[in-house]
Nanobody, 129 residues
Framework: QVQLVESGGGLVQAGGSLRLSCAAS????????MGWFRQAPGKEREFVAA????????YHADSVKGRFIASRDNQKNTVYLQMNSLKAEDTAVYYC??????????????????????WGQGTQVTVST
């Protein structure tokens, strides 16, 4: 079965950095666009970043643009989220997700959670001030 396993979360001081990883198995990873979402307590799930199947297109939410960078390694079936200059408002559970695209395009990605077919269990990121 499909599994997405996030790792790399933890407690970090404001201004610090973390790198999240999401290891995928049970699917043809290179076929899927991948996304990162987050959910803070009492808030709805929020889009963070998405990356097309070959990494040719990457899109970041305005709230993280210039601080977070999504990337992927199709040889390792892994997607990453490098998070720099972390702020208290970045505190959330971070989820990776896999999207089987409706068409094969190097530019395809989605910021809509309902487009995604598989989800990881999440990893907690806590930023202290």
């Amino acid at each position: 079965q499909v599994q997405l396993v996030e790792s790399g979360g933890g407690l970090v001081q404001a201004g610090g950095s973390l790198r999240l990883s999401c290891a995928a198995s049970g699917l043809t990873f290179s076929r899927y666009a991948m996304g990162w979402f987050r959910q803070a307590p009492g808030k709805e799930r929020e889009f963070v970043a998405a990356i097309s199947w070959n990494g040719g297109t990457i899109y970041h939410a305005d709230s993280v643009k210039g601080r977070f960078i999504a990337s992927r390694d199709n040889q390792k079936n892994t997607v990453y989220l490098q998070m720099n200059s972390l702020k208290a408002e970045d505190t959330a559970v971070y989820y990776c997700a896999a999207d089987d695209p409706p068409f094969h395009s190097a530019s395809y990605y989605s910021a809509a959670a309902y487009e995604y077919d598989y989800w990881g269990q999440g990893t907690q990121v806590t930023v202290s001030t």
